[in-house]
Structure formats: C-alpha cells, structure tokens
C-alpha cells in the first residue's frame, strides 16, 4: 500500500460511520443476553428452601414490569433489556455520527473560507 | 483531498496520532454525556415519593460519588460525575480498542465508491481490541472499587458487593477476591464483546449486500 492509500484509509478509518441499525441491533443482542444468562443464572444457582432466589435481582422489576427471576422472567427480561440496547445503541451511534459529520462540515466551511482568504 | 502532511514521510503516523486524540475525545464526551444524563434522570426520579425503590441504586452510586443523592441538586452532582466518569470510560475504551486495532485497520474500514473529495466509508469493529478494551476498564473498575470498600473499612458491610461472587466465583470484597473477580469479569467481557463485534460486522455486512443489490 502507497503513502497516499495509506493515508486515505487513515483519513477514512477517522471519519468512518457506524451503522445505526446493526449497532442498535448488536446492542439489543448483548444486553438481552447479559440480562437473561445473569438471570438463568441464579436461577440455576438456586436458593435454600423457604428463601426467594435472587431478590436483589428482583428489584429490576421496578424497571421491567412483569420481570421475575425465573426462567420465564429471564424471556421477560432478556425483551425489556434489548429494548434498552437497542435505544442506547441507537442513541450512540447517531452521535458518533453526527459528531463526525460536523466536523467535517465545520474542515469543509474552513478550507471553503481560506480559499477566499485575501491574505 | 489528503493534505500536504499525510503525503509526506511521517505524515501518517502525524494523521493516526491525530485520528487517535479526536476519536477518543469525540468517544469520551458521547459516553460522558450519556452516562451524566442517565445519572441525572436516575437522581431526579429517585426524589420522588412514588419512585423510591429507585433510591437503592442512586444509593449504591453515592458510595463511589460523593454528593449523589436523591433530588435535583444530588442528581446534578451526579451528573457532573457521570460527564466526568463516563468521559473517562469512554476515552480510555475508544485509545485502548483503536490502539490495538491499528493494525488490523485495512480490515475496519470499508471505504464506499463515491465521487468527491473525501473518502467516506463504514466502520467495522475489531472483536479482540473492542474485548481488551471494555475488559480491562472493566476489571480495572472493579479491582479499585473493591479495594476502595476495603480501604475504607466497609468491605464487612457491602453486602451488595458480596453478591458479585453469585455470578463470579472467587469473588470477594478483598484484594484477593478483587483479583479473582476482574480476572472472571475481563473474561466474560471479552467474551461479550467478540460476540457483539461479529454480531455488528455481520450485520452491517449484510445491510450493505442488501442495498448494493437493491440498486
């Protein structure tokens, strides 16, 4: 690869945009499986008799209506936690983006400018 | 259009040094700014009445950010502290995982046929980069905060912590335990991580065969 290729992927690499979609999806992916195989879990893990399995965990039903630590409520969990990905991926890909298309704007507005520099 | 520099001997490196600094700025004040204002709705929702199960974690926070609290004026702590902390996490995940991916950036950057002056192009990510990055901040993050509760002589008393040995073995509020668990917990982020980098790279893939196709 010559200098110029080479500095043309560097210069793309730096302005490279994320794709939303598959970021947010990804995102949903990851957080539905951290919440389900953290919940499965505990579940597997059990508890004596008489006393509730994972009732820290169970506090995420303040959050996620309807989450329980069950097997069942691991599904339930797993739709409420890769919904939350999926608008935290979502979110952060449009910034990562938009903050990329400023900037280039704000270089090309500049190099625009000097052009009709008079000094 | 490439600059003067990037054409010259040392250029590129001058251009990777700078794509460093600004990508791990741009990085570190998104994930600032999402991690002050996600403290700040927890905070402000915690204040009130019929939301005061949301206390237990805004409480959890405070014990690593001092001034969090329930309220607006101990959200607006936290917010700073999540602008502050955030930014921190962010910058330093963005420097490790593109460090470590330098070299393999033929492969992360797919640049797009287009007319004009610039090369646009889609990013991939790089699955072990992404995984040593976000699994070393992590196990460093829960060595420090463990052996903060031991320095500070609660270790006996944080019984939340203690649950962490439910989903880490070995884990315990020592410096032993700690040890253990951010061995575990870099591990299972790696391995969270190379998931999450094949689950986008071939998504995005398949995204763009659809649309290259549907022309």
């Given at each position: 690869m010559s200098l110029d290729d080479r500095g043309r992927l560097v210069l793309a690499w730096a302005f490279a945009r994320l794709d939303r979609p598959a970021f947010a999806l990804a995102s949903a992916a990851t957080f539905a499986a951290v919440i389900f195989v953290l919940t499965v879990t505990i579940v597997l893990k059990g508890a004596p008799p008489g006393v509730a399995v994972g009732p820290n965990l169970a506090h995420l039903a303040f959050y996620f209506?309807?989450?329980?630590?069950?097997f069942g409520g691991a599904f339930v969990g797993a739709t409420y936690a890769g919904a939350a990905g999926a608008a935290w991926g979502f979110v952060l890909a449009t910034l990562w983006n938009l903050a990329h298309a400023l900037l280039l704007a704000v270089i090309r507005v500049r190099a625009q400018l000097s052009f009709y520099s008079i000094d | 259009m490439i600059t003067p520099a990037a054409s010259e001997e040392g250029g590129v490196p001058l251009l990777i040094r700078a794509t460093l600094r600004l990508n791990t700025l741009i990085f570190g004040a998104i994930l600032g700014l999402m991690t002050g204002l996600l403290l700040l709705a927890l905070g402000v929702a915690a204040g009130l009445p019929p939301l005061a199960p949301m206390r237990l974690p805004v409480l959890l926070f405070s014990v690593f950010l001092p001034?969090?609290?329930?309220g607006l004026a101990g959200a607006l702590a936290g917010f700073l502290w999540g602008c502050v902390a955030g930014g921190l996490i962010g910058g330093a995940v963005y420097w490790i995982n593109a460090r470590a991916a330098l070299s393999a950036l033929d492969r992360l950057v797919e640049v797009?046929?287009?007319?004009?002056d610039f090369p646009a192009a889609a990013l991939h990510l790089h699955g072990p980069s992404l995984g040593l990055a976000i699994g070393a901040i992590g196990a460093v993050g829960l060595f420090g905060a463990t052996n903060w509760l031991v320095l500070r002589g609660t270790a006996g008393e944080s019984i939340h912590a203690r649950l962490l040995s439910q989903v880490?073995?070995?884990?315990?509020?020592s410096f032993a335990g700690s040890l253990v668990g951010a061995i575990e917990l870099f591990l299972i982020l790696f391995a969270f991580c190379l998931a999450f980098a094949q689950l986008y790279n071939g998504l995005a893939a398949a995204r763009r065969r659809h649309s290259s196709s549907s022309r």
């Open positions: 209506p309807g989450y329980t630590v069950t | 001034g969090y609290a329930p797009e046929p287009r007319d004009g880490l073995p070995g884990y315990q509020v």
